[in-house]
Structures are given as structure tokens and as C-alpha cells.
């Protein structure tokens, strides 16, 4: 629940830096009087400065949510934390040994590990987040030979 809450908090923050950077644009731009009074236009698609400056602004709020998204993918689905740690797992050169490239990132508190793919001959593969239930009582099995 932390990690939908912490993209719901990020995307209304960006909402709110976006919306004040558009009344700061509004602002600095004020529009044109021939329109407003005549022709009762909307100078975007008009007037070459306000298309622009738009244009510009457009962009500027596709970025934010670009990066708001692709900074989301990398974090904890438990705990929203970023995850560390990338390890590169398979091999080009062998492939059918050892399976496709990818790298897998894992929680600083052990909720899980992201397996992002290198490799995507088939399209877009999607990334696999494996929850884990207790990590520390896997590394002990593990570590005394237990397993």
C-alpha cells in the first residue's frame, strides 16, 4: 500500500509544481489584447510565442511524468524504498547455460528482488518483482548448508 501511496504523493506533488509553473507562465504571458477582444480566440495555435512557449511546457510536464514513472519502477513494493544493490545475472555468451541476461535489484530490508530483463527479443518484456517472505531466515539456511 506505502508504494501506490508514494506514487499517488509524487504525481500530485509534480501536479502541484506543474500547475505553479503554468500560473508563472501565465503570468510572464499574459495574452494578447487583438484576441481576446476581437476574435475571442485562444492564442495558442495563433500567436507564434504562445504556441512555443506551450509547446515547451507541454514537454517540460511530459519529462516530469516520465520521470516520476521510471523512478517508481525501481522501488520496494512493501516499503517504497529505493532498490540497491543491481547484480548482473545470465550471460551473453552463454545463453542457453545460463538464461538471458538481466539485472536483479533487491530491497535494503530484504522485502524482495527486481529482475529487470536485458534482453527483450520477443518486445517489451515486463519485470518480475519476487516477493520474499524472510529473507534473513533464507540466508541462514543457505549460509549453514541447510537447504
Not at 535494503?108 to 518483482?129: D, F, M, R
Request: glycine letters at 8%; hydrophobic letters at 40%.
Amino acid at each position: 500500500m506505502k508504494y501506490w501511496g508514494y506514487l499517488l504523493a509524487k504525481l500530485l506533488g509534480g501536479l502541484g509544481v506543474l500547475a505553479g509553473l503554468r500560473a508563472i507562465v501565465r503570468w510572464l504571458l499574459p495574452e494578447p489584447q487583438e484576441y481576446v477582444t476581437y476574435n475571442n480566440l485562444n492564442p495558442i495555435g495563433h500567436d507564434l510565442t504562445h504556441t512555443i512557449v506551450y509547446f515547451v511546457y507541454f514537454l517540460v510536464c511530459a519529462g516530469v511524468i516520465a520521470l516520476i514513472f521510471s523512478d517508481q519502477k525501481y522501488r520496494c513494493r512493501t516499503c517504497a524504498r529505493k532498490l540497491r544493490m543491481p547484480v548482473l545475472r545470465g550471460s551473453w555468451d552463454s545463453m542457453l547455460l545460463l538464461g538471458r541476461p538481466h539485472i536483479e535489484y533487491i530491497c535494503p530490508y530484504g522485502h524482495g528482488t527486481l529482475k529487470v530483463p536485458e534482453l527483450q527479443i520477443t518486445g517489451k518484456e515486463p519485470i518480475a518483482w519476487a516477493e520474499h517472505q524472510d529473507i534473513w531466515k533464507e540466508l541462514e539456511l543457505l549460509h549453514t548448508g541447510k537447504r
